[in-house]
């Protein structure tokens, strides 16, 4: 069966410093990939997908961008953190486009 | 562009009564539409889902939703309310729109729902 992952589950930053959230699927390949991130509120937006290695779709410009190394990781950094950047982070990814998406335990940020 | 919005950010029900969650949607394509739900502090569980074909869908945990294109609706109900079911739930459209590409899913704000004892 398929699996996701991601970490860290919680992290801590000062404004300013860099962010890598990590995410890894497990049990299928060439995967579509997504981050969407959580605001108290305001439902879940997507902010990038993609559909193969090197292959990143920005949804909304930010401070924060995406890579995909590998078929089945995927990678949420930045260089330098806002305090709007401050959110629950979801990790998922979905066989084909239009199919289910399977998300991940989410990443909670706190930028301080 | 599509859109997704969820009638009330909050609905409380009292245990045994019918949960009724709302959601209408908008989409220029025929849509495929779910709806998940969130324990605190955890990732999103799909409870269901409507891509084509029969219009009453049933899910996990007793919970089913109806297609109504005339409403465009997709409404999410459950006879019987359980304590269990406090949580966040969140009604999604998918429109396909990025022929071949990944299409990743428009959310509503969501619903806490509550369950009075």
């Known amino acids: 069966s398929q699996t996701i992952h991601q970490w860290p589950a919680t992290l801590v930053q000062p404004v300013g410093s860099p962010l890598s959230l990590e995410c890894t699927v497990e049990?299928?390949?060439?995967?579509?990939l997504y981050w969407y991130r959580q605001a108290a509120g305001r439902g879940l937006q997507l902010l990038f997908y993609?559909?193969?290695?090197?292959?990143i779709s920005s949804e909304v410009p930010q401070n924060l961008s995406a890579s995909r190394p590998q078929d089945r990781q995927f990678i949420l950094s930045s260089k330098k953190l806002l305090l709007s950047d401050s959110g629950f982070y979801l990790c998922a990814w979905s066989a084909t486009s239009r199919n289910t998406i399977y998300f991940g335990e989410g990443s909670w940020l706190t930028v301080v | 562009a599509q859109s997704v919005t969820q009638l009330g950010s909050h609905v409380s029900v009292s245990e045994g009564a019918l949960v009724l969650l709302r959601c209408n949607y908008s989409s220029s394509v025929p849509p495929y539409l779910f709806w998940y739900v969130q324990y605190p502090n955890q990732g999103l569980q799909l409870l269901l889902k409507y891509t084509t074909g029969a219009t009453l869908v049933k899910g996990i945990n007793g919970f089913e939703a109806e297609f109504k294109k005339s409403e465009t609706s997709f409404h999410l109900t459950k006879p019987s309310a359980h304590m269990s079911d406090a949580a966040e739930y969140f009604c999604a459209v998918s429109e396909g729109r990025r022929g071949g590409g990944a299409d990743g899913l428009t959310f509503g704000k969501g619903t806490h729902l509550i369950i009075q004892p």
């Open positions: 993609s559909v193969g290695i090197g292959q």
């Open positions: 049990g299928t390949s060439n995967p579509n």
